[in-house]
């Protein structure tokens, strides 16, 4: 097994969606400590233990091993009863959190109006609608950053809280007058998951440093995806937090310097769920094929998922900006069956090759001189489903993934052929 140190992270290099949770799920069982850094109930990580799923949307991944204990950081924006509910899923197929699961104190929470801001603010872009996941996510976070933001730890003093609430609501309501909500409602819902949370809240990041000077291994999960990001991504099209490194270093209270590894999670072909630009999306069969092939079923919304072939230089961008010291390759088994198999190496406007991916979208538009630079290779037609090497991927297979590696500069150090936890080629 590779070595990764004992302080890990885990980051999505696309637009979400890679697989994550699959990798997480599988680590687990080496690390004492998960912990969820930044986004919310956005996320969809999905994980399949004896082809039964489960979809992890706010609890860190981690949940299934039954001897690791789970954290969510500071950087992460909370709803509630969605929390109670998965909680509850969970320990109806047996799986207790208590002891073994902490909320951070400082925590803001994303409530039922800001679903309700969230999908206002949609309407009123009319054709430029994000798509967002409709999870209260941006006015949660909006409320953070504009200091108004309503923290869990808060929720101890119930009288002060409640309070808090109804001065936030009202704040929004005037500035978005026609939000309706049910406040009493809201908080009573909140009153009766007060008690079986209390025991999970604490002050995460003292809890932390205790654990890192003890030696203990702690994996970072991220959640969301760098193209998503609010900074480095393909803003406004992005969520509301920095789901890169960045994020997970704010988001926990881990110091960057204390991270050992970072893994990058890169889908062998590339998939967004929600609007915004797209380089190598494919608006045909081939497009079709991969959606079907691949499930490709948005976790949380079940929306659709627009495909495309791999775009490096999406990928050299998320090694740059996360420091990536690891590439987890996925799915590559959906690519089984598809005669040539296209890379995207570059982006042209106006046959100039651009350096980066560029902050102005509209540079990636075709009516704008956008055009990508691809290379071609073959396909294979047997399924990868049961390789439990490199060796014994087809010859043309291992090309695809050599290559990938030549143009990115990082090894696939993992390489999934497979939804199920044992189909994992560690490389
Ligand atoms: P996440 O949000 O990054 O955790 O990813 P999702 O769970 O939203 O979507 C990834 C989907 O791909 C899930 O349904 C996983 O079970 C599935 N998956 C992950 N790795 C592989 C793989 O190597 N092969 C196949 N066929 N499916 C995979
Ligand atoms: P995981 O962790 C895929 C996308 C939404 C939308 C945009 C903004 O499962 O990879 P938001 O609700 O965050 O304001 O939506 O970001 N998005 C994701 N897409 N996977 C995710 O998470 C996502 N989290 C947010 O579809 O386009
Ligand atoms: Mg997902």
């Not at 400082?106 to 949609?122: F, G, N, P, T």
């Not at 006015?139 to 950053?145: F, H, M, T, V």
């Not at 987890?328 to 959906?334: A, E, F, P, Q, R």
């Amino acid at each position: 097994m590779t070595n990764l140190g004992n302080i890990t992270a885990i980051i999505g290099t696309q637009w979400g969606d890679e697989g994550k949770g699959k990798l997480v799920d599988i680590l687990a069982e080496k690390y004492d400590w998960i912990v969820r850094a930044t986004g919310g109930a956005n996320a969809g990580h999905t994980i399949y233990v004896n082809e039964k799923k489960f979809v992890f949307h706010q609890v860190p991944s981690g949940a299934l091993q039954l001897n690791t204990k789970m954290i969510i950081g500071n950087g992460c924006v909370i709803n509630l009863p969605s929390l109670a509910e998965e909680i509850q899923l969970l320990t109806n197929e047996g799986i207790s959190l208590a002891g073994r699961f902490f909320i951070s104190d400082r925590v803001h929470l994303a409530c039922d109006y800001h679903k309700k801001i969230d999908v206002l603010q949609e309407e009123m872009k009319g054709g430029k609608k994000i798509g967002t996941t409709g999870r209260g996510i941006g006015p949660a976070y909006s409320d953070k950053i504009n200091r108004m933001g309503i923290r869990l730890g808060e929720i101890l003093n119930w009288d002060a809280f409640e309070t808090h609430y109804q001065n936030n609501l009202a704040t929004l309501q005037k500035i978005y007058p026609g939000l309706e909500h049910d406040a009493n409602a809201e908080l009573a819902e909140f009153k009766k998951h007060r008690e079986a949370l209390l025991p999970y809240i604490t002050d995460t990041v003292l809890l932390l440093h205790g654990e890192i000077t003890a030696g203990k291994k702690i994996l970072l999960e991220g959640a969301n995806a760098t193209m998503l990001d609010i900074d480095h991504g393909t803003y406004p099209f992005v969520t509301s937090s920095n789901a890169s490194i960045g994020g997970i270093v704010t988001g926990t209270g881990v110091p960057p310097r204390k991270i050992d590894s970072i893994i990058g999670i890169l889908k062998a072909y590339t998939t967004r769920v929600g609007a915004g630009p797209f380089p190598s999306e494919l608006n045909n069969e081939t497009g079709e094929y991969l959606r079907a092939k691949g499930g490709e079923f948005g976790s949380t919304t079940g929306r659709p998922r627009r495909c495309g072939w791999m775009d490096t230089v999406v990928a050299k961008y998320a090694c740059m900006i996360n420091g990536l010291t690891h590439i987890n390759l996925t799915k590559l088994d959906v690519l089984t069956g598809l005669p040539t198999l296209r890379i995207i190496t570059g982006y042209k406007v106006h046959g100039k090759l651009l350096e980066s991916f560029p902050s102005d979208l509209s540079q990636l538009e075709p009516a704008n001189g956008f055009e990508p630079e691809y290379i071609e290779m073959p396909g294979w037609t047997e399924a990868l489903d049961n390789c439990t090497s490199f060796e014994q991927l087809p010859a043309n297979a291992q090309a695809y993934v050599t290559k990938l590696e030549e143009i990115i500069g990082l090894p696939m150090t993992f390489i999934g052929v497979g939804y199920n936890r044992n189909q994992l080629i560690t490389k």
